[in-house]
């Protein structure tokens, strides 16, 4: 990677050479500076665009999510599906019900999909294995995602091993104090990190990343993201606003803002070009336009709803999530016109990561 510096005007206008180079070796005060205002927003995201098409054209990725129990043990205080909510009713899928969500999504065109959920060890490493060696099998030109929370590396080990490809774990914040405000005593942000650094050293394409405008966040908290990033060097990174959940000890917390979302995008764009960003649900859930502002801002990667539509509004995670209703079995092809009226366009590939 190129490294050239170049400061961050406070003036539009003088931004006018605002690439990739510049944000490169970006300071923490330039940084912070950046996030905070919306003067540079519209050549950031042209800039994170023009990146983005450079190495991926105007290609987007989708990922079919399964998101295959909504029974967590853990109590995040931001989460839905956090075991101290009793008023939701839960459910698990059963290894055939999963098979029936890839069979439906292969021939939708997916060749990613993804296994989501809750901490949950019903799901035992060996149940695990079977389910990922079961629909790498079937599809062997496919790749499995899991994001299924902490294990232990022996079991992170076993479903490499079984033939899953990558994991999602975000880190939700990167700021120990931050991560104390937003879970309980039980969790660590050291474990998380060792979670990640397990799966990057035992081979998966490693995803992480947190949520903008979570209860207590800062800039600052912001920036320490970023650089555990850069440190991390994940091959995808998600992020989407929080979004109040009624059930939840946050409820009176407001919403992450869609404008700070987009503006981080871009920078994670700029700041790691070959990353796949996803245009989350949750960006989408903000603002009917969300996911599509997102990948004009450089996200290059959607995640449809594979999940059976009955069991779609349990999987709880915040309030007003869409394509939980009647219609969401369409989510490829409502997506797909979302995405090409965007100006990109759906394509059938694994979607790996460009190095
Ligand atoms: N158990 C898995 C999957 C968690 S759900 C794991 O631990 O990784 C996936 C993501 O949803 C979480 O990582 C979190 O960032 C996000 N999420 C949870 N509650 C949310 C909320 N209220 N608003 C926005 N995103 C939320």
């Given amino acids: 990677m190129e490294k050239r510096g170049c400061k961050i005007a406070n003036k539009p206008e003088e931004n006018k050479t605002l690439p990739l180079e510049t944000m490169l070796d970006v300071s923490d005060n330039e940084l ?5 205002t919306d003067i540079h ?13 450079r190495i991926y054209g105007t290609d987007v990725y ?13 109590n995040c205080y931001y989460c ?17 019900e999963i098979m029936t969500c ?25 149940i695990m294995c079977r389910i990922i060696s079961e629909i790498k099998t079937a599809y062997p ?11 232990a590396y022996k079991s992170y080990k076993a479903f490499f091993e079984a033939g899953a490809d990558r994991y999602l774990l975000r880190h939700e914040t990167a700021d120990d104090e931050h991560y104390r405000l937003l879970h309980p ?7 998380r990190k060792e979670c990640l650094r397990n799966l990057k050293d035992i081979g998966f394409q490693a995803g992480s990343g947190f949520m903008v405008g979570s209860p207590f966040q800062k800039t600052e908290h912001l920036v320490k993201d970023i650089r555990f990033l850069q440190e991390l060097e994940p091959e995808m990174i998600g992020i989407g606003p929080f979004i109040t959940h009624s059930d939840t000890p946050f409820r009176d917390y407001k919403n992450g803002s869609l404008e700070l979302t987009l503006r981080l995008i871009a920078v994670l764009r700029l700041m790691f070009p070959y990353a796949l960003i996803p245009a989350t649900t949750a960006l989408g859930s903000i603002d009917p336009n969300g996911r599509e ?5 450089g996200a290059n990667v959607v995640m449809p709803n594979l999940s059976p539509v009955s069991v779609r509004k349990q999987y709880s995670l915040y309030d007003n999530k869409i394509c939980t209703g009647e219609e969401a079995a369409e989510c490829k092809v409502c997506l797909q016109k979302r995405v090409e009226l965007s100006g990109y366009q759906i394509v059938v590939s694994r979607g790996d990561v460009r190095k």
């Fill in 102 to 126: 890839c069979v439906t999504g292969y021939n939708l065109g997916f060749r990613t999909f993804v296994l989501q959920g809750g901490e949950d060890d019903y799901y035992s490493d060996e």
């Fill in 293 to 297: 502002l997102g990948l004009k801002a």
């Fill in 41 to 53: 927003d519209s050549i950031l995201f042209e800039s994170a665009d023009r990146v983005r098409r």
């Fill in 185 to 191: 005593e039980s969790m660590s942000l050291q474990n």
């Fill in 80 to 96: 839905g599906i956090r075991c101290g909510n009793t008023v939701l009713p839960r459910y698990r899928l059963s290894p055939q």
């Fill in 32 to 36: 912070a500076a950046l996030l905070e």
């Fill in 62 to 74: 989708i990922r079919g999510l399964i998101e295959f129990t909504n029974y967590c043990k853990n």
């Fill in 141 to 151: 030109d496919c790749a499995v995602t899991l994001s299924i929370g902490e294990r």
